[in-house]
Structures are given as C-alpha cells and as structure tokens.
Nanobody, 122 residues
Framework: VQLQASGGGLVQAGGSPRLSCAAS????????VAWFRQPPGKEREFVAG????????SYAISVKGRFTISRDNAKNTVYLQMNSLKTEDMAVYYC????????????????WGQGTLVTVSS
C-alpha cells in the first residue's frame, strides 16, 4: 500500500482546508490511519487517528473540536477536515497507516505518505 497526502497549501487563519490521504495498491480498509504533523523546527506529533472501520476516532487536545478525521473505504481515502485554522497549525501534515489499532506514536506506523504542507497566514 502506498499513501499519497494532498490538500495542503496557503490558508488564512480561520480557514477550513481538507486534507486527503489516498491509498493505492492493496485496499487499506484493514488499516487504522492517522494524521501527524511536523511544525518547522519541531518534532512530529499526532493529530488524529481513525480505526479501520471508521467507528473509532481520536484527536490531539490541540485540535479536538476543530478537526475531523473520516474515511471512505470504498475510495481508499482518509480525510482530515480542518476548521478554524490557527497559525500554530502550520506544519507538514503526514498520513500514516498501520494494521494495529490507532496509536499516537509515529513508530507504530509502517506506512507513510510524503507529507503536504499547510501554511497559515494571519
């Protein structure tokens, strides 16, 4: 399975971009998927995760209530709807997949997309 993240770009603070993570190759309906982000000069951090069925989601405290993760297994795609964007949300966003349950640690994920940059202007 290969992951392709897209949807980043320049967004104004308060904006609502949607990131997509498309999987190619084998179906990834059996994978849990997470979004991580890496702000400039900082470590990669967990943003949100979703179980293989979509029935369970989890969020970092910093984005809870503003971001929503969802998936469409028929389209092999996971989404991250980002609302009320803040300047501190500016980062490279990565999607990652694992056959295990959702985890907040990057090391648990063995499949990674290439990252998409979200730049937030104030």
């Amino acid at each position: 399975v290969q992951l392709q993240a897209s949807g980043g770009g320049l967004v104004q603070a308060g904006g609502s971009p949607r990131l997509s993570c498309a999987a190619s190759g084998r179906t990834f309906s059996s994978y849990s998927v997470a979004w991580f982000r890496q702000p400039p000069g900082k470590e990669r951090e967990f943003v949100a995760g979703i179980s293989w069925s979509g029935g369970s989601t989890s969020y970092a405290i910093s984005v809870k209530g503003r971001f929503t993760i969802s998936r469409d297994n028929a389209k092999n795609t996971v989404y991250l709807q980002m609302n009320s964007l803040k300047t501190e949300d500016m980062a490279v966003y990565y999607c990652a997949a694992s056959t295990n349950v959702v985890a907040t640690t990057p090391a648990y994920y063995d499949l990674w997309g290439q990252g998409t940059l979200v730049t937030v202007s104030s």
